[in-house]
């Protein structure tokens, strides 16, 4: 047992948990998992209906708090009146989107005395979808061919550069595989009405999917990391299943990855294992994936490490966890009094 972590409050964002969770739920039972951990958990979320608040037992408090569009000064003001009212010691933000924004904010809310475990605000943007692949270029990482879209009518001539069936992805989310020109000009109207510009172009790779889940210290050292192959898919290609692997390559390659981009905390590196066995890295996102329970139940509480690492306190790498670990995303009911949400939605704040 690492040190006791008690009389702290932790807030963690990101707690819807529909059809495609958002990490926030995972954290939030990660911490609560942790024999050692003692503290509350406060939710920060942009709308009342954020299911993942109402799972008994698990969040303590919620608030909410502007979308990202809002900018920096709009949410840390509501932070301070947060702070005010229910002090917060750390902050895990579990969405991309708004990692960005934490990131740029991290001086000011330790002014505050909130602690986050992120890195500049400069090396978040170098694993951006847009740039990942130059990225690759420049340090001998196997990233797949992406290009740029500036408007669909690009896409009949690039398809010639990057192949056919292709990938179109949102700059934020989303990625739709594309047998034909036509299809891709029929998706690329939804992606960019979605995510915006750009819509990102990327040469299709088949074979087995894997991602890892990475911790790195403020020595951009990597402090624990679990393998996990997709065993199960949705439309979007999002994993409802999977489970531990061990596999030495693939975590070395994170380690790699995360090196270059001289990394602070939470990350996720997606890749795909072609037919003769290589690695080639898809995605880097910067922050927990939303399985991440699963990396808890093998053995490696990351996001218990998270909070202790914002804190200052002693942390010893973790080499070592259970392959052959199985997750399985189900459905759940919670049956609650409407007064909560009402409170929350009324209110923008509420206590369980």
Request: glycine share 8%; charged share 20%; hydrophobic share 45%.
């Amino acid at each position: 047992m690492g040190t006791e972590i008690s009389n702290i409050n932790v807030a963690v964002t990101g707690l819807l948990a529909t059809d495609n969770p958002y990490p926030g739920l995972g954290i939030a039972r990660c911490l609560k998992l942790a024999d050692d951990f003692r503290g509350t958990i406060t939710g920060l979320v942009f709308e009342p209906l954020s299911t993942g608040v109402f799972s008994k037992g698990i969040i303590d408090y919620a608030y909410i708090v502007p979308y990202p569009a809002a900018g920096h000064d709009a949410l840390i003001n509501r932070i301070e009146e947060i702070h005010r009212k229910t002090p917060l010691d750390v902050i895990i933000p579990a969405l991309d989107s708004e990692v960005l924004l934490y990131a740029r904010l991290q001086e000011g809310l330790k002014d505050l005395g909130i602690q986050l475990l992120l890195p500049p605000a400069s090396q978040v943007k170098l694993r951006a979808k847009n740039l990942l692949y130059e990225f690759g270029l420049r340090n001998g990482i196997d990233v797949p061919k992406t290009l740029i879209l500036n408007n669909v009518e690009e896409i009949r001539s690039k398809s010639a550069d990057i192949g056919i069936p292709f990938i179109l992805k949102g700059v934020l989310s989303d990625a739709r595989i594309c047998s034909s020109v036509e299809e891709g000009e029929a998706e690329y109207g939804s992606l960019f009405e979605s995510w915006g510009y750009p819509v990102l172009m990327q040469h299709y790779i088949t074979g087995d999917e894997f991602d890892v889940i990475a911790l790195t210290d403020r020595q951009k050292t990597m402090i624990g990391a679990v393998a996990m192959k997709k065993v199960g898919l949705t439309e979007k290609g999002k994993a409802y299943a999977g489970v531990t692997i061990e596999n030495q390559k693939l975590i070395k390659l994170t380690a790699v990855v995360l090196r270059k981009l001289d990394w602070v905390g939470p990350a996720e590196c997606e890749f795909i294992r072609d037919q003769k066995g290589s690695f080639h890295l898809i995605e880097v996102n910067s922050r927990f994936p939303s399985w991440l329970y699963l990396a808890a139940v093998a053995g490696q509480n990351l996001p218990l490490l998270t909070v202790k690492l914002a804190l200052g306190l002693p942390v010893l790498p973790l080499k070592d966890y259970s392959a052959g670990k199985l997750f399985l995303r189900t459905v759940t009911d919670t049956v609650m009094d409407p007064h909560t949400l009402t409170e929350l939605t009324v209110l923008g704040e509420a206590a369980f």
